[in-house]
């Protein structure tokens, strides 16, 4: 396994050993104490997202019940952005992008503190993501996805988003209370 840690604090990429042959592949997706010994807290919420070309989850967050999240791709490509809203940080306002694909099998680790979407780039994927803490629907905030403050180079211009997610405000919209101290 192999760690890449990259300019947001933090924020970790992973590359699982994979072992391929002309069978297929196998990789181990997660064990716990591997992740422990990278400072990743303890899971305990898996969920799996399926979506078509196009569609644009996010920016989500969750306040309080702060969830640090492991994020991969098992089937297609996505495009993954997250961005720092810890008032405290050093890169406040930044984001951070990455192409999550079923190929390479690159595993995210975003802590506490970030807001996160995805974009599907194959004509469908499946997502998948640990979370260190529960979803909890009264706590969920975001961003909206074309903040132009931000200016995210979305793969996309006219992304398939649901109703929540057309609502999102801005990031300088959002009042302090609604960000991570």
């Known amino acids: 396994m192999e760690i890449e840690k990259i300019s ?5 990429i992973i590359k699982p050993n994979l072992f391929s042959d002309n069978r297929g592949y196998f ?3 997660f064990q716990q104490i591997r992740y422990e010994k990278l400072g990743i807290p303890q899971f305990i919420q898996d969920n799996v997202s399926s979506s078509k070309q196009n569609v644009l989850r996010g920016l989500h967050y969750q306040l309080p019940y702060t969830q640090g999240k492991l994020v991969w ?3 297609g490509t996505v495009y993954d952005v997250i961005v720092d809203l810890r008032l405290s940080s050093p890169t406040f306002g930044k984001w951070f992008s990455i ?5 390479e099998h690159l595993q995210m680790y975003v802590p ?19 979370c260190t803490d529960y979803y909890m629907p009264q706590a969920e905030n975001g961003i909206i996805w074309d903040d132009a403050n931000l200016n995210i180079n979305w793969p996309v211009k006219n992304p398939i988003l649901s109703p929540k997610d057309k609502k999102f405000p801005s990031l300088h919209e959002i009042s302090h209370e609604k960000l991570f101290a």
């Open 8 to 12: 947001l604090p933090g924020v970790l």
């Open 73 to 75: 791709v098992g089937r």
């Open 99 to 103: 192409l999550l694909t079923d190929k």
């Open 27 to 29: 990789y181990e997706s």
């Open 112 to 130: 506490p503190g970030f807001a996160h979407g995805f974009c599907v780039i194959s004509p469908e994927a499946d997502f998948y993501y640990k």
